[in-house]
T-cell receptor, first 111, second 114 residues
Framework: DAKTTQPPSMDCAEGRAANLPCNHSTISGNEYVYWYRQIHSQGPQYIIHGLKNNETNEMASLIITEDRKSSTLILPHATLRDTAVYYCIGLVYNQGGKLIFGQGTELSVKP | EPEVTQTPSHQVTQMGQEVILRCVPISNHLYFYWYRQILGQKVEFLVSFYNNEISEKSEIFDDQFSVERPDGSNFTLKIRSTKLEDSAMYFC????????????FGPGTRLTVL
């Protein structure tokens, strides 16, 4: 699985877009990028995943660069409830789906 | 909305005792997982379970640990002879498939070993 690198912390103003970067320069061709978040010691929560195309769902958008070496998770209108640790995880298809969490990015949304 | 539940929410035990952590996964899910998180540290994978057997386990998941799906609804993690360093939050998760579907996590059981 690709090693992912994320900034340890970020701030965002409430109502603004939060853009969380992830570097995964060693990602392989069959490796998907998954994003989860953990709100204050609760169980992690799935956000979105993608392979090479940009993806959008009701929670967020995922932008993956053409060379797939990095991606950005976008929360379009951050709220205080989006304050959490965000994890970018590389997952290889057909390897059982175990999640390997790194340290993630601690996002603080401020009023 | 269906959810994963875990009991108890907090378990306190003496070192050397056995504990069983219980989880009820989402009813139509087929893959089950246990993770743990020591306070202030990252979430760590312990074990995955499918078709009534362990699919994969981490180095942490040694002979002290075992998992079981005793009936059609419960999924348990047993820790024998607990040690101080087993103190952590233990999360159960389930998914419909092993890969493309998201894993749904429970709220966790906080285990404190004294």
């Amino acid at each position: 699985d690709a090693k992912t690198t994320q900034p340890p912390s970020m701030d965002c103003a409430e109502g603004r877009a939060a853009n969380l970067p992830c570097n995964h320069s060693t990602i392989s061709g069959n490796e998907y990028v998954y994003w989860y978040r953990q709100i204050h010691s609760q169980g992690p929560q799935y956000i979105i995943h993608g392979l090479k195309n940009n993806e959008t769902n009701e929670m967020a958008s995922l932008i993956i660069t053409e060379d797939r070496k990095s991606s950005t998770l976008i929360l379009p209108h951050a709220t205080l409830r989006d304050t959490a640790v965000y994890y970018c995880i590389g997952l290889v298809y057909n390897q059982g789906g175990k999640l390997i969490f790194g340290q993630g990015t601690e996002l603080s949304v401020k009023p | 909305e269906p959810e994963v539940t875990q009991t108890p929410s907090h378990q306190v035990t003496q070192m050397g005792q056995e504990v069983i952590l219980r989880c009820v996964p989402i009813s139509n899910h087929l893959y089950f997982y246990w993770y743990r998180q020591i306070l202030g540290q990252k979430v760590e994978f312990l074990v995955s379970f499918y078709n009534n057997e362990i699919s994969e386990k981490s180095e942490i998941f040694d002979d002290q640990f075992s998992v079981e799906r005793p009936d059609g609804s419960n999924f348990t993690l047993k820790i024998r002879s607990t040690k101080l360093e087993d103190s952590a939050m233990y999360f159960c998760a389930s998914s419909y498939s092993g890969f493309f579907n998201e894993q749904f996590f429970g709220p966790g059981t906080r285990l404190t070993v004294l």
